[in-house]
C-alpha cells in the first residue's frame, strides 16, 4: 500500500451570534482538519478540542505531528485503528489526546470508506441512513434575545435551552411564553448544590422539559444518586461520562449517557459504548461541540444508532468549510450515499 500523506489544518469557525454557556462565552472557534491522502483518494477528519479537558488547536497539531502518519502503513481494517493510535501515542510518550484520535480515526475511516466505494453507515451495517430529530440549541442570553433565538429556529421541533444561572426559571418562563416545542436543558455543571438541583427539577418538571442533562458538577458523586433516586426527570451525564467510566456505577447517577467524538476520542469506542449503555437499559445521545459538517458526519454515524441527538454545532457557525451533509424537514440528518462520510470541502 502506498505510504500516507497527512495534512493538518486549522480552521477558525464564526459563530451566527455569541454562544453562551454555564461556564463563559463564545465567539469564534479553533478547529483542526486531519486529511489523509493516499492513492489520490483523501479522508477528511476534525477535531474540535475543548479548554475543559486541556486540549486547544495547537495542542492538537503539535500532538498529530508528533504521531505522524506511519501508524497507518499496511493498515486495512478499523478493527486495528484504535489500538495503533495508542500504541503510537505511548511510543512518543504523550497521553492520548481524544478529540484529535477522533479526527484521525475519522479521516481514516472516510478514506478507507472511499477505497471500498461506499458509505461508511453501509460498511458498518448500520440499519438507518438517517437520525433521529436533532435538537437545537439556545445559548444563554437576555431572556428577551433568548425569546428572538427561540421563533428564529422556529422549524426545528426540539429545543435545547441552556442553564446554570440564577434566573433559570425566568429563562425557562419566558421561552414558556413563546413556544410550546418540546425542551431540553443543559445545565453545564451549574447547580452546586442537591437542594438547588432538586428545587430546579421540580421547577421544571412542571414546564413539560424533556430531560435535563448534566444538573450537577462531575464531581458530585454522592449528590448525583440522591438526585437520580428522586428526580421526576430523566438526567442525562455529559461532563460527568468520558467513556471510561463503569457504566454500572453511572446508571446510579443517571438515566442516559452524551457520547461526543471529542471526548471518547473514537467513532469504533462511541458504537461499542452505545451498545452496551443500550444493554444496560441506559439510553443514548450523541452530542457534539460546535463543529463543522464534516465533524457533525462523523458523529451522526452513531447518532443513527442513538435514542437522542444534538448535533447542530454546524448550524450555529457562519460559514462551513464542508458540505454534503443533508438536514431534511423534520430536522433528521441523512448520512447518504456517497463513499465514506460523504462530505467534501467548500473550495
Not at 203 to 216: C, K, R, T, Y
Request: charged share 30%.
Amino acid at each position: 500500500m502506498p505510504p500516507f500523506k497527512m495534512n493538518l489544518k486549522k480552521v477558525n469557525l464564526s459563530l451566527g451570534q455569541p454562544f453562551t454557556i454555564a461556564r463563559g462565552t463564545k465567539e469564534t472557534v479553533d478547529n483542526v482538519v486531519v486529511e489523509l491522502v493516499s492513492e489520490g483518494m483523501v479522508g477528511y477528519g476534525e477535531a474540535a478540542p475543548n479548554r475543559r479537558y486541556d486540549e486547544d488547536a495547537r495542542t492538537v497539531v503539535a500532538y498529530l505531528e508528533r504521531l505522524g502518519s506511519d501508524l497507518f502503513q499496511d493498515l486495512e481494517v478499523p478493527e486495528e485503528l484504535e489500538d495503533r493510535i495508542e500504541r503510537a501515542s505511548e511510543e512518543i510518550g504523550l497521553p492520548v489526546m481524544q478529540s484529535a484520535k477522533a479526527a484521525l480515526e475519522m479521516a481514516w475511516l472516510d478514506w478507507w470508506g472511499k477505497k471500498q466505494d461506499q458509505p461508511l453507515w453501509e460498511l458498518w451495517g448500520i440499519s438507518a441512513d438517517h437520525t433521529p430529530p436533532t435538537s437545537y440549541t439556545i445559548g444563554l442570553d437576555k431572556i428577551d434575545v433568548m425569546q428572538q433565538k427561540v421563533e428564529a429556529a422556529v422549524g426545528y421541533p426540539i429545543l435545547k435551552v441552556k442553564l446554570g444561572t440564577g434566573r433559570d426559571q425566568q429563562i425557562i418562563e419566558g421561552i414558556r411564553e413563546v413556544t410550546n416545542r418540546k425542551i431540553r436543558v443543559d445545565a453545564n455543571e451549574g447547580w452546586t448544590s442537591l437542594d438547588e438541583a432538586k428545587h430546579q427539577i421540580e421547577f421544571l418538571a412542571q414546564q413539560d422539559i424533556e430531560f435535563v442533562e448534566q444538573p450537577m458538577p462531575a464531581s458530585r458523586h454522592r449528590e448525583m444518586r440522591s438526585l437520580k433516586a428522586w428526580s421526576p426527570l430523566p438526567l442525562v451525564a455529559d461532563e460527568s461520562f468520558m467513556g471510561h467510566e463503569d457504566l454500572d456505577i453511572l446508571k446510579e447517577m443517571f438515566d442516559a449517557i452524551n457520547i461526543k467524538l471529542s471526548k471518547i476520542g473514537s467513532l469504533m469506542k462511541g458504537r461499542r459504548v452505545l451498545k452496551r449503555a443500550h444493554s444496560k437499559e441506559m439510553k443514548v445521545m450523541v452530542g457534539c461541540m460546535i463543529e463543522s459538517s464534516l465533524g457533525i458526519a462523523g458523529a451522526a454515524l452513531l447518532g443513527a444508532e442513538a435514542d437522542y441527538v444534538d448535533l447542530d454545532g454546524n448550524l450555529l457557525i457562519d460559514r462551513d468549510p464542508f458540505q454534503g451533509l443533508v438536514l431534511d424537514d423534520r430536522k433528521c440528518l441523512h448520512l447518504g450515499a456517497a463513499p465514506g462520510l460523504g462530505i467534501t470541502p467548500v473550495h
